[in-house]
């Protein structure tokens, strides 16, 4: 879906860089997630907001940080990267929320690789 | 804690075998199951939802309180439905999807 793009697609960096990852959306929704993607673990939940003012950890926030600059961004940011939190990392946006018929639409992703 | 089980890692057919990817749930209360789905060189996508009781592209999933499972299953399975499929319960209180590991399913002609 076209709606969500995440920048930089792929990414290469050291142990000890700062890295953002970005998030935007064209579809008006309020609620936006991270996650990351690990061979043979699926899709974990890093951190997620339902609206600018309102940020939450997910199950694996160790490590990371985001942030809401507008309704249609939102930013992960990895402080100091290490070589384990290479992987898979996707951006969900939703809009109805907490309702059994609400669907999350997802980014392309973006592959980091920490060396 | 809130867990979801998908057993198989991989599981190969042959086109127009009968097809059933496995998730297990273990969840208090009501669940809301969806299946999610990721075809090569696409973005993961929905596929069904559990409280729509819904058929897409010949897909069924039936949730079993008792044996606190949502199975996806399609009789007769085509090669285009080889992807990564994602069992995943809706968190109780806010949209959190929980998702499972993930089945490969390969379907060979």
């Known amino acids: 879906d076209a709606d969500v793009t995440q920048t930089p697609r792929n990414r290469i960096t050291k142990t000890g860089k700062r890295i953002m990852l970005e998030c935007s959306q064209t579809k008006g929704h309020d609620r936006m997630y991270w996650y990351r993607q690990d061979p043979g673990l699926g899709l974990r939940l890093i951190y997620y907001?339902?609206?600018?003012?309102?940020?939450n950890k997910g199950e694996i926030s160790d490590g990371y940080s985001v942030s809401r600059q507008a309704q249609a961004k939102f930013s992960l940011s990895l402080e100091s990267a290490i070589p384990n939190q290479t992987a898979l990392y996707f951006c969900?946006?939703?809009?109805?929320?907490?309702?059994?018929?609400?669907?999350?639409?997802f980014g392309p992703g973006t592959r980091l690789t920490v060396l | 804690a809130q867990r979801v089980t998908q057993p198989e890692k991989l599981l190969s057919v042959f086109k127009g075998a009968p097809v059933e990817l496995k998730c297990n749930y273990s969840?208090?209360?009501?669940?809301?199951l969806f299946w999610y789905v990721q075809y090569s060189r696409q973005r993961l996508q929905l596929l069904l939802r559990?409280?729509s009781r819904e058929s897409i592209k010949g897909f069924t999933a039936d949730l079993n309180k008792g044996e606190t499972s949502f199975h996806l299953k399609k009789p007769f399975a085509q090669e285009e439905d080889s992807a990564m499929y994602y069992c995943?319960?809706?968190?109780?209180?806010?949209?959190?999807?929980?998702f499972g590991a993930g089945t490969r399913l390969a379907v060979h002609p």
């Open positions: 559990h409280i």
């Open positions: 995943a319960p809706l968190s109780g209180g806010y949209n959190k999807l929980i």
């Open positions: 969900a946006t939703s809009d109805l929320g907490g309702r059994a018929t609400d669907t999350q639409y």
């Open positions: 907001s339902f609206d600018v003012k309102d940020i």
């Open positions: 969840y208090s209360g009501s669940p809301e």
